[in-house]
């Protein structure tokens, strides 16, 4: 009998809203300004962002070698898994979820909180706002995948 495969769901669309989230995600709404102030001219400025763009899409092209030599379940912790050691890919998952992701969306909530408290006119301050926000949509999550793990067949 054969393994159970993961189905292959995401397309050109998913894949490609995945990686913008990811690449631009909420520092498009900072960093311009501080790019700008350090930087002074124009042409220097779009340099910069030109050179961030081509790091980045350095970046797309390694790890879309990586998925094609190494297609298997698992992305970044299965390539340092196979390349170093178990423990490393181990501890990176850890760092992963302690610093990195919960960093990102913080930095994100923050984001977010600034610009809401600009619009709407609340005197919260920016750190309660963020967490109001992460709480809330941690809880629209977790309802979610409750209601996924309740149901048994594919039209529900």
């Known amino acids: 009998m054969d393994a159970p495969q993961i189905r292959r769901q995401l397309g050109l669309f998913d894949a490609t809203m995945i990686v913008m ?5 909420s520092g498009i709404f900072r960093n311009p300004s501080v790019v700008a102030h350090h930087v002074h001219t124009p042409f220097l400025i779009l340099g910069v962002w030109l050179a961030g763009g081509a790091l980045a899409m350095s ?15 698992g992305g970044q912790y299965a390539y340092l898994r196979d390349a170093y050691h178990p423990v490393v890919a181990f501890v990176y998952g850890w760092v992963l979820l302690l610093v990195t992701q919960t960093g990102g969306m913080a930095a994100v909530a923050i984001t977010f ?31 979610a995948h409750a209601r ?9």
Request: hydrophobic share 55%.
């Open 59 to 73: 970046g797309a092209f390694i790890w879309a070698e990586l998925a094609t030599r190494l297609p298997g379940a």
């Open 21 to 25: 989230g990811g690449i631009v995600g």
């Open 148 to 156: 996924a793990a309740m149901c048994k067949a594919p039209s529900c």
């Open 113 to 143: 909180a600034a610009y809401f408290r600009e619009i709407s006119g609340i005197s919260w301050n920016d750190s309660s706002i963020a967490a109001i926000v992460l709480l809330a949509l941690t809880a629209i999550n977790c309802m």
